[in-house]
């Protein structure tokens, strides 16, 4: 059945293809830091393995508001590795255990992802005629504002 929403179904199809490349980048973040969680060695390992897993269970739900977000629109949410290879904004990278190596690259992927979102409000707004995918996009660019920040501590 189709979302009957207010906002046209061409609008809904080009702001669903944004929230998946936005869902891309929150899969790919998330198995990023719980990668960093696994493989952190050091003289803080436990406090940085705990760091570490607050992160990536909060990506987790965010991964999940973005594709339950595509779907309220009436559109399939593309969480298959496949497609979040294809569609993503960021890197993978070599495995590290270096803990600033580890820090810095997830710092530049939330940095990258909230360019994007940035960029998004703006569209989503004025291009697309749909303030609420706007303000969603302003809610997950909030959310991850938090975690850069949380990172950005730890590499001062």
Same mark, same amino acid.
């Given at each position: 059945m189709k979302a009957n929403i207010g906002v046209s179904a061409e609008n809904t199809k080009k702001i669903a293809l944004e929230l998946n490349?936005?869902?891309?980048?929150?899969l790919l973040i998330y198995a990023k830091t719980r990668n960093s969680h696994w493989n952190i060695e050091g003289s803080n390992f436990m406090e940085m393995h705990k760091f570490y897993e607050a992160q990536y269970e909060e990506l987790q739900d965010f991964g999940d508001e973005v594709a339950e977000y595509i779907r309220s629109l009436g559109h399939y949410a593309e969480g298959r590795y496949a497609d979040v290879l294809k569609l993503t904004n #960021?890197? @993978?990278?070599?495995?590290?255990?270096?803990?600033?190596?580890? #820090?810095? @690259?997830?710092l530049d992927d939330h940095e990258t992802i909230i360019r994007n979102l940035r960029r998004l409000i703006d569209e989503f707004d004025e291009k697309y005629k749909d303030k609420g995918a706007a303000d969603f996009a302003t809610q997950m660019l909030q959310k991850h504002m938090k975690l850069a920040w949380m990172i950005r501590a730890y590499l001062s």
């Open positions: 490349k936005v869902l891309a980048d929150e #960021l890197l @993978e990278s070599e495995y590290s255990n270096d803990q600033k190596k580890q #820090l810095k @690259e997830l």
